[in-house]
């Protein structure tokens, strides 16, 4: 067995799925190894409905999610149909703020309806809305099916000639002189130029953190309810911008799934404490209630996990001091849509002059 590697990336989420994928550009594959405690997307990857908002609320947001959906645009006629598709968009947000919410779209302009449009996409959708709310349509939205092109990339990685090991805890990281000396739990080592850190939530506590005392980062729950109401052919995406929450048709799976602002930070990692409980079902159920009444009583199950914060809520990546370990992530809720940019990066970091583009696609 190989204990020595170029590159190794620690975690198998998208993220670090997306990092082995792109290090095609920068190394051969027969150098490089991913290891993760469980498996492919077991972790917050595996919870998440796949949602690639375009829109971006500040200058870093929006070029993180121009190249990021310039990935998954330019990867999609390579991929099984269902994994990556568009989705109409509507949305409501106060009058003051829609202009420049529409402005934030970096793909499916979105524009302000006008009085009789907004009052009939309200009585096609069902919505009710606030007289100072506007509505926005004839946008478009992404969705994308994270597991599966996590197992995707996973894939093509190995059958390439990259290392995978599944069910490998990493326990701790050391410097061993222009090298990296990864302890794993079952009392191996390995050896690596070069390591990514991309462990999602996990990073709080872990000896891995260690490297970027300087980066500070939390953890949230984040949480959306299954509603099982009537969906029709071609639901749209809504988003609503002033509660932090939309509504997601998932006609694959039968039910819309309602994702809503959790405001736990700092929760624990353990089945049992990470839970809905009763004020996420209370602040989900008063927004669910203002604009579709009806699906309070639907929203019978939901799903949660937890991710990593970056204070300005934009994830990225970020370098040690000796510039060869990379924290890539901190997803801040929405780290699959971003994650094809955020692995870019990291390995740009990692390898100067590089140069690794998300534009191609999959090759
Ligand atoms: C309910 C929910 C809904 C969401 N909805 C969306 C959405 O619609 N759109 C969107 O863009 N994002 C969404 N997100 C956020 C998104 O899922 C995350 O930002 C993203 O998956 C984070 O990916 P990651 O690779 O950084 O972390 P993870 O997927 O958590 O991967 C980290 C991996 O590291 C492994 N690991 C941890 N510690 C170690 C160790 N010491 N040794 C080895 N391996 C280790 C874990 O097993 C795990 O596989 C949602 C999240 C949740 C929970």
């Known amino acids: 067995m190989n204990r020595s590697f170029d590159l190794v990336i620690v975690g198998a989420g998208i993220v670090g799925c997306m990092v082995a994928y792109f290090s095609r550009q920068v190394l051969d ?7 993760d405690h469980g498996f492919v997307a077991s972790g917050t990857t595996g919870h998440s409905p796949g949602h690639c908002h375009p ?21 999609a006629p390579k991929l099984p149909p269902a994994l990556f598709r568009r989705k109409r968009l509507f949305g409501v947000v106060a009058r003051e703020r829609a202009a420049s919410v529409v402005g934030s779209y ?53 059958s390439e000639g990259g290392s995978l090991w599944e069910g490998r805890h990493v326990s701790g990281i050391e410097e061993d002189g222009s090298r990296w000396r990864l302890v794993l739990a079952d009392g191996q080592t390995v050896s690596s130029e070069r390591v990514v850190v991309s462990i999602g939530p996990w990073l709080s506590g872990s000896a891995l953190a260690a490297p970027f005392k300087e980066v500070p980062f939390r953890r949230k729950k984040v949480c959306a309810l299954h509603v099982y109401a009537e969906l029709p052919e071609d639901a749209p995406l809504i988003y609503f911008h002033d509660d932090d929450s939309y509504l997601m048709p998932r006609d694959d799976l039968g039910y819309w799934i309602f994702s809503f602002a959790s405001p736990d930070w700092d929760c624990a990692l353990s089945p049992a404490s990470l839970v809905i409980d009763e004020r996420d079902r209370q602040i989900a159920l008063s927004v669910l209630k203002k604009y579709r009444d009806d699906m309070v009583e639907l929203a019978t199950g939901g799903r949660l996990g937890c991710d990593s914060y970056a204070p300005d809520f934009n994830p990225g990546a970020w370098p040690d001091a000796s510039g060869r370990v990379v924290l890539a992530g901190l997803g801040s809720g929405y780290g699959f849509r971003l994650s094809p940019a955020v692995a870019a990066d990291a390995l740009n970091l990692l390898f100067p002059g590089a140069d690794v583009r998300t534009e191609r696609g999959l090759e």
């Open 55 to 75: 829109q971006g609320f500040d200058a870093r947001q929006r070029d993180l999610t121009d190249r990021s959906i310039a990935f998954f645009e330019a990867a």
């Open 29 to 35: 594959r027969r150098r490089v190894l991913i290891v």
């Open 106 to 158: 970096v793909r499916g302009q979105p524009r302000i309806a006008d009085a009789d449009r907004a009052r009939q996409i309200c009585g096609s959708l069902g919505l009710t809305i606030d007289p100072g709310q506007d509505i926005h349509c004839d946008g478009f939205t992404f969705f994308g099916q994270p597991v599966a092109i996590a197992h995707h990339l996973a894939k093509s990685f190995v």
